[in-house]
């Protein structure tokens, strides 16, 4: 169970992260989206006691992260898979955590063995690519057994093979009523893993819930020949819309009425469909825009 | 019942099995794992200590450090056995030799075990891991203090032995204490000066956070002090001139300027460690 609360992070007088708050509830896998530089990872950071919060709080299982004796033992963090001392072995890295969580080495070669990395424990992690340094952060990350799940980025770097293997792994994680938080920048990557999603955006959250109401989305997809005279047609029949970026619209209407109105104005269409979380991936896209324009 | 039921048993010194009835989640993964995993406690700082001393030896940088000391002291030392040069044998003279290799590399052992989490970011990790962050930055003095408390006595080992064979090849018994100072008082100087040094390089790692950075402000500054302060401040240079602190300590001899000496090493070493331990329990991780 995680609990941020109106989590605020300023840098002098710019806002990181404002006002951000959501929950992660025991059995369930929550995507943390939102383009680079939103906000994710300074929330995450504050969620883990490594950045202290100009406002707000979060608690780990009903307990601020600072005041867990043994926090391994109970929520596994990997908050930057890159951040590892490349001279340690793979072996020698996850053994460091182990006896700093108190449980024995073997668990470690354990650990390694279930990320895939037990022919690889010997070499240096320097030699690791970032795909293996994503997997040795998951073994340390569960080392010490714990209930909750931080990672940020996990799939980065990951060959889709390694996606594959890392949802199987995170869904059992929550099957057996642990909790899950991961970040993305990519919806794609995390769409058929997470079942809860939180989105942000400059620092705000801009859409949470379930995946599965989220991706309902509401209204139409269609796309004509030509774009303004379908807009004209939609307009005049009444039917709220929202120009996409490929020249398509979303309209608040069902797929027979928008193709009544275009039929009605001899519009010839391309393509007619019912959204399907189309408006949320427009929302990224626009996120990402938006910051790429302000960068 | 949920997975919150965990941390009751990682509540610090408690090693009671979880209480009767508390989650049945944690306990269907524990069923799960063929190692059986201990109650969860508190870290207690002497864990902290030894793993600190473990990260040190555990990456060639790390080891390579400790090699080349030894190395440089052994090259000393041979060296000063094939040049005796007739003048009389003594503990002093081999360790004159041995010493300077550790009094140059020893303060990096300091640094480094203050800087390399921040320069590797594995501070990521390790702060995630331990959250209360004063506890880890002494456990790393400790073992930085301990570590060089090791090196040196290897070498001091080292500088005895050829300081006897010396006196094999020369055909007398070889000196080990001086005039005014017997042979463990004079240990005793060098130990005390070595572990300040140390502790100053580990300051001075806290301060700066970065392996590079840290070694060459902390050969850099204070020499450029010694250099400079005379010209500037005349005699009155002495109350800031750490070396030279170092030397009346190690040499336990201080003249009259005992105050002098003090306020040195205040400056150079208690306020920069105290200063470290503040800015390195606020630095923000990334």
Same mark, same amino acid.
Request: net charge neutral.
């Given at each position: 169970m995680i609990t941020v609360e109106n989590l605020t992070k300023r840098y002098g007088r710019t806002v990181a992260v404002s006002d951000v708050s959501f929950t992660c509830e025991p059995g369930t896998v929550t995507g943390f989206l939102g383009p680079n530089g939103a906000g994710k990872s300074t929330t995450l950071r504050m969620l883990t006691g490594l950045t202290p919060p100009t406002s707000g709080t979060s608690t780990i299982a009903g307990r601020r992260y600072a005041d867990l004796p043994n926090p391994g033992r109970v929520v596994g963090v990997m908050l930057d898979a890159a951040a590892q001392h490349p001279g340690r072995t793979g072996r020698e890295t996850v053994r460091l955590s182990a006896a700093l969580l108190g449980v024995p080495g073997t668990r470690a070669d354990e650990m390694l063995a279930r990320v895939g990395l037990a022919d690889a424990a010997k070499r240096r992690v320097g030699q690791y690519s970032l795909g293996m340094r994503q997997r040795l952060g998951i073994a340390t990350a569960l080392l010490g057994d714990p209930a909750v799940l931080i990672l940020d980025e996990p799939a980065n770097g990951m060959d889709p093979e390694g996606i594959r293997w890392m949802r199987g792994l995170l869904q059992d994680f929550a099957s057996r009523g642990g909790t899950v938080v991961l970040s993305s920048h990519l919806l794609g990557e995390v769409q058929a893993t997470v079942d809860q999603l939180v989105v942000i955006g400059r620092g705000r959250i801009v859409a949470s819930g379930p995946l599965d109401e989220l991706l309902a989305g509401s209204g139409t997809l269609v796309r004509g020949l030509d774009p303004s005279g379908l807009n004209e047609a939609l307009t005049a029949a009444g039917l709220p819309l929202e120009p996409l970026l490929d020249g398509g619209f979303r309209v608040d209407a069902g797929a027979e009425q928008v193709g009544r109105a275009a039929a009605a104005a001899g519009q010839v269409l391309l393509e007619l469909r019912e959204s399907d979380g189309a408006g949320l991936e427009e929302l990224f896209f626009k996120l990402t825009a938006a910051e790429e324009q302000a960068a | 019942?949920?997975?919150?039921?965990?941390?009751?048993?990682?509540?610090?010194?408690?090693?009671?099995?979880? =209480?009767?009835?508390?989650?049945?989640?944690?306990?269907?993964?524990?069923?799960? !794992?063929?190692?059986?995993?201990?109650?969860?406690?508190?870290?207690?700082?002497?864990?902290?200590?030894?793993?600190? /001393?473990?990260?040190?030896? %555990?990456?060639?940088?790390?080891?390579?450090?400790?090699?080349?000391?030894?190395?440089?002291?052994?090259?000393? /030392?041979?060296?000063?056995?094939?040049?005796?040069?007739?003048?009389?044998?003594?503990?002093?003279?081999?360790?004159?030799?041995?010493?300077?290799?550790?009094?140059?590399?020893? =303060?990096?052992?300091?640094? !480094?075990?203050?800087?390399?989490?921040?320069?590797?970011?594995?501070?990521?990790?390790? &702060?995630?891991?331990?959250?209360?962050? +004063?506890?880890?930055?002494?456990?790393?003095?400790?073992?930085?203090?301990? /570590?060089?408390?090791?090196?040196?006595?290897?070498? !001091?080992?080292?500088?005895?032995?050829?300081?006897?064979?010396?006196?094999?090849? %020369?055909?007398?018994? =070889?000196? *080990?204490?001086?005039?005014? %100072?017997? &042979?463990?008082?004079?240990?005793?100087?060098? *130990?005390?000066?070595?572990?300040?040094?140390?502790?100053?390089?580990?300051? @001075?790692? +806290?301060?700066?956070?970065?392996?590079?950075?840290?070694?060459?402000?902390? &050969? #850099?500054?204070?020499?450029?002090?010694? /250099?400079?302060?005379?010209?500037?401040?005349?005699?009155?240079?002495?109350?800031? %001139?750490?070396?030279?602190? &170092?030397?009346?300590?190690?040499?336990?001899? @201080?003249?009259?300027?005992? =105050?002098?000496?003090?306020?040195?090493?205040? #400056?150079?070493?208690?306020?920069?460690?105290?200063?470290?331990f503040w800015i390195g329990n606020r630095r923000e991780a990334k």
């Open positions: - | 019942m949920t997975p919150i039921d965990t941390t009751r048993s990682t509540e610090m010194t408690t090693d009671v099995a979880e =209480p009767a009835g508390s989650g049945t989640a944690p306990r269907a993964r524990h069923t799960a !794992m063929a190692t059986e995993l201990p109650p969860a406690r508190g870290q207690s700082f002497l864990t902290l200590v030894r793993i600190e /001393l473990r990260k040190s030896v %555990d990456t060639r940088s790390g080891r390579v450090l400790l090699l080349g000391i030894l190395a440089l002291a052994l090259a000393g /030392l041979v060296w000063r056995l094939t040049h005796l040069e007739n003048e009389p044998v003594s503990f002093a003279r081999f360790a004159e030799v041995s010493l300077v290799g550790v009094r140059m590399l020893l =303060p990096v052992i300091g640094i !480094m075990a203050m800087t390399s989490e921040w320069t590797q970011r594995t501070a990521l990790t390790t &702060f995630t891991l331990s959250p209360r962050r +004063a506890r880890v930055q002494l456990a790393k003095f400790l073992a930085a203090i301990l /570590l060089s408390v090791l090196v040196l006595s290897a070498v !001091m080992v080292l500088t005895l032995g050829f300081t006897a064979l010396g006196g094999l090849i %020369d055909g007398s018994s =070889p000196a *080990y204490g001086s005039a005014e %100072d017997g &042979f463990w008082s004079g240990l005793a100087g060098i *130990y005390l000066a070595n572990a300040l040094n140390v502790v100053m390089g580990a300051a @001075f790692g +806290a301060i700066l956070a970065q392996t590079a950075i840290a070694v060459v402000v902390y &050969f #850099v500054a204070p020499t450029l002090w010694s /250099l400079a302060a005379p010209e500037v401040f005349g005699d009155r240079a002495d109350w800031l %001139d750490v070396f030279g602190a &170092f030397g009346r300590i190690a040499e336990r001899s @201080f003249d009259g300027k005992l =105050p002098e000496s003090l306020t040195a090493v205040a #400056v150079w070493i208690v306020i920069p460690t105290i200063v470290g």
